[in-house]
């Protein structure tokens, strides 16, 4: 079992079992960024099975009480040879990370912090599942949300406060998330109306299509007229 804020140190792989964790960097004048949070079932470590032992670039912390599997680099191989159910798994898992990956390199290049901001809370709220309205996300600190956008903490407070205002979101200690914040992401003018009442997209098909394509490119499912669309 692993504490707060201890580091994750996987032989070779490892699955999080229960918890919360995240991935960092760290730069050669100590500088810390988030590269990504972790949930229950994700790997962590799974670059090891390509290269030989030693350092890596990036480390996994527990945020949250967390239980993790190590899986030696050796049996991990032998698995996936042998069982093809985890190998498909394992295959769609690096595939998701990797689309999530170039996801949040279009969004660091062509989103304001703001941008940012609203698609991390809307993608920690696994925003897109049907039936789903509004979520409440796992507990993060607003540091760590800096990290993850490339910002400072007193803009990302002051972004929360704007959302909160506008009815995007409601937050005392932990944060829910309303669907309306996807506006944020669809439309350049965020704030014309009330968020809880207005709609995710704009009826005119121009517009709505232009707006898809936006929140396709970072990553954000969001609900078109016949469903979700990617």
Do not use: W
């Not at 960024?33 to 799974?46: D, N, Q, R, S, Y």
């Not at 993608?123 to 049907?130: C, I, N, S, T, V």
């Amino acid at each position: 079992m692993l504490s707060s804020r201890r580091e994750v140190q996987p032989i070779a792989s490892s699955t999080l079992q229960t918890g919360r964790a995240k991935l960092t960097v760290v730069s050669e004048s100590g500088k810390e960024a988030t590269v990504t949070l972790l949930a229950p079932g994700e790997f962590i470590g799974e670059e090891s099975i390509a290269s030989v032992p030693g350092l890596r670039l990036a480390t996994a912390t527990a945020i949250t009480a967390c239980a993790a599997l190590r899986i030696g680099r050796d049996e991990m191989i032998r698995v996936m040879h042998e069982q093809r159910g985890f190998s498909d798994i394992f295959v769609k898992f690096l595939l998701a990370r990797g689309m999530r990956t170039q996801a949040d390199l279009v969004d660091q290049l062509f989103n304001s912090s703001e941008k940012r901001l609203a698609r991390i809370l809307l993608l920690m709220a696994e925003f897109g599942k049907p039936g789903e309205q509004e979520t409440l996300i796992p507990e993060i600190t607003q540091n760590t949300l800096a990290e993850m956008i490339g910002t400072t903490r007193p803009r990302v407070s002051f972004f929360m406060n704007r959302f909160r205002d506008h009815g995007f979101i409601e937050y005392n200690r932990r944060i829910r998330v309303h669907k309306s914040l996807l506006n944020v992401i669809l439309h350049d003018r965020a704030f014309e109306q009330n968020s809880v009442s207005a709609p995710l997209v704009e009826t005119g098909p121009v517009r709505s299509e232009t707006a898809m394509k936006r929140a396709a490119a970072v990553g954000v499912k969001v609900r078109h007229h016949d469903g979700l669309k990617d």
